[in-house]
């Protein structure tokens, strides 16, 4: 496993090692103490998650205010280009963003801590996504930053012409001007 820097350095792209050959392949998908020696960061993670969404599909920006997530995301099936959003106000990257894509057949995994908005969206015909949390999940500290704030102005890979499909919660997003932040 190793740990490749993004233009924001506190957000890694975990590349494992992976094993095939004529019958496929092997990886660890998590291994705590090489996580551990390869980013630098010790944290615990207390939950695993899965969704499945189709084509199209864009979720977040999310985060939690209080109780924040740090997550370790992957894609075990399609692709997806996934997003981190600094929004924490005393960062010298705060408002700034930083993309990858994630797919099956990459491996990669991103590391995005607490202090983000985290979203992806799906560009295969679906995708099935994992990621650990650091911290339990609570519907009434998560808030939703505009995947479409002109302020932050990220380049989603959304063909011209078309809309991604975002669910009610997301449609009601808060821009950063407005949004709780972190310190």
């Known amino acids: 496993m190793r740990a490749i820097s ?7 792209i975990i590349e494992p090692k992976v094993f ?3 019958r496929g392949f092997f990886f660890e998908s998590f291994n705590q103490k090489n996580f551990n020696q390869a980013t630098g960061i ?3 993670f207390v939950q695993d998650n899965h969704s499945r969404s189709v084509k199209g599909v864009l979720r977040g920006l999310h985060y939690q205010i209080r109780q924040p ?4 995301v992957r894609v075990v099936r399609g692709a997806v280009f996934d997003v981190a959003v600094d ?4 960062s010298p990257t705060f ?5 990858a894509e994630l797919t099956e057949y990459n491996y990669h995994q991103m590391w995005v801590p607490a202090g983000f908005a985290h979203g992806f969206y799906v560009l295969t015909d679906s995708a099935d996504f994992l990621y ?6 609570n519907p009434d500290l998560e808030r939703s930053l505009a995947w479409d704030d002109p302020q932050v102005a990220i380049s989603w890979p959304i063909e011209n012409g078309t809309q991604p499909i975002v669910s009610a919660k997301d449609t009601k997003a808060t821009k950063l001007a407005d949004a709780e932040i972190f310190a």
């Open 6 to 12: 993004t233009s924001i350095p506190d957000v890694l």
């Open 20 to 22: 095939g050959d004529s």
């Open 42 to 44: 010790d944290v615990n």
């Open 69 to 72: 997530q740090g997550k370790l």
């Open 87 to 90: 929004i924490r106000k005393s």
């Open 95 to 99: 408002g700034q963003w930083v993309g």
């Open 132 to 137: 650990k949390t650091t911290d339990y999940y």
